[in-house]
């Protein structure tokens, strides 16, 4: 059986992850830890959380809209090894980083920011060294939100398990499953690889996420 060839995507985003779904009859992009996808098409946007928070927007009159999946650096008291100052700077960069680079690219393809729209998912306690993590993503997104005047419409966040997500940009629609046992253990060492990475990104210069 021939191959189903996908529809082209916008150029940055050329490296997520893209499958033909036939149980949905759609194209899937998953996207992992530091990732956002953003599109005009009918296309579906997929992503596991832990302790990381993705922020579902779109523009609710064109449908144009994706998803973000972040986490931000340890907080102060966390690590010794920086500056106070530095890691609430690279903390309050990150989290921007991944709010800014969604909600921007979104307009670019003809969004208009009073059409906006939000979801928020994630911030699980999935890993016992990391049992503040989550509440400080979910903490952080939903203060984001406030601050910016977007309108939030619903959330689905903390808890003890995983989530996966699955996000219709064009209808605004979520499907969310919790995960009990499923991967766990794999989630929780791709977040502990994910953590260690940004937490070594310095400050100084542009931090660049996705």
């Not at 064109?62 to 907080?75: A, C, I, K, Q």
Request: charged letters at 25%.
């Amino acid at each position: 059986m021939p191959t189903r060839s996908l529809p082209s995507c916008l150029p940055e985003f050329s490296r997520v992850n893209r499958r033909w779904d036939r149980e949905n009859g759609r194209v899937i992009a998953t996207i992992k830890p530091g990732e956002y996808y953003v599109t005009r098409e009918q296309e579906i946007i997929a992503t596991v959380l832990g302790s990381c928070v993705s922020a579902c927007i779109r523009d609710k009159v064109n449908g144009v809209g994706g998803m973000n999946h972040f986490m931000l650096p340890e907080s102060t008291g966390q690590r010794q090894s920086q500056a106070p100052e530095a890691i609430i700077g690279n903390s309050a960069r990150y989290g921007n980083y991944a709010m800014e680079h969604l909600i921007n690219t979104i307009l670019q393809q003809g969004g208009a920011r009073g059409n906006l729209e939000v979801k928020v998912f994630g911030g699980g306690r999935i890993i016992s060294s990391m049992t503040g993590i989550g509440r400080n993503n979910v903490e952080f997104v939903l203060d984001y939100i406030a601050t910016e005047g977007l309108q939030l419409l619903s959330s689905d966040v903390g808890g003890d398990y995983p989530r996966k997500v699955l996000y219709f940009p064009w209808s605004g629609r979520v499907r969310m499953k919790k995960i009990r046992n499923l991967h766990g253990e794999t989630l929780a060492r791709r977040e502990m690889r994910y953590r260690s990475e940004i937490n070594d990104v310095p400050v100084e210069g542009d931090v660049e996420l996705f």
